[in-house]
């Protein structure tokens, strides 16, 4: 594994290469229009009307040109700083990674005084429920009493209104 941060920035460095790969075309597709278009201004020469528009259509096939090409520069830039990033989240995630490892060696050296804390809070955990169970069947206990003297005082009235 690589870190999700890792994966994110690959995935951006990815874009980043197709991004200029089409851009790349673009480009290549635009410098044929302008040698097209660089003939057909040569070739208009004699024809005012077409001329003009020739070199307007050129003009904005240079723009476009300038446009492809300046996008193709920051789509190059955003790569370069995708696999920087990517790099970098590769490194933070090594350490991470080695900062896990070393708590881990902590923890197992750690974990045999936990154990015996825990055991020993265990037992008296286990204890005070015993404790807790001996009042609560006390408790009971006295319930059920209390409960009998009850029936016993109803029956005394009910044999006492008898009588009368």
Do not use: C, M, W, Y
Not at 50 to 70: Q, Y
């Amino acid at each position: 594994g690589h870190s999700p941060e890792s994966r994110a920035a690959a995935s951006v460095a990815a874009a980043a290469a197709r991004e200029i790969g089409e851009l790349r075309r673009r480009v290549e597709e635009l410098e044929e229009t302008e040698r097209e278009l660089s003939k057909a201004r040569f070739l208009a020469k004699g024809d005012a009307d077409a001329r003009v528009d020739a070199e307007r259509r050129a003009d904005a096939a240079e723009a476009r040109l300038r446009t492809a090409e300046d996008k193709l520069a920051r789509a190059e830039s955003t790569a370069a700083q995708a696999e920087s990033k990517a790099n970098e989240a590769e490194s933070r995630a090594n350490e991470a990674k080695a900062e896990a490892e070393a708590l881990k060696r902590e923890a197992v050296n750690d974990s045999a005084g936990v154990e015996e804390a825990l055991e020993r809070e265990l037992a008296t955990a286990t204890s005070r429920a015993t404790e807790l169970e001996r009042e609560l069947e006390s408790a009971r206990g006295a319930a059920r009493a209390a409960e009998e003297r009850a029936r016993t005082a109803e029956t005394r009235a009910e044999t006492s209104d008898a009588r009368r």
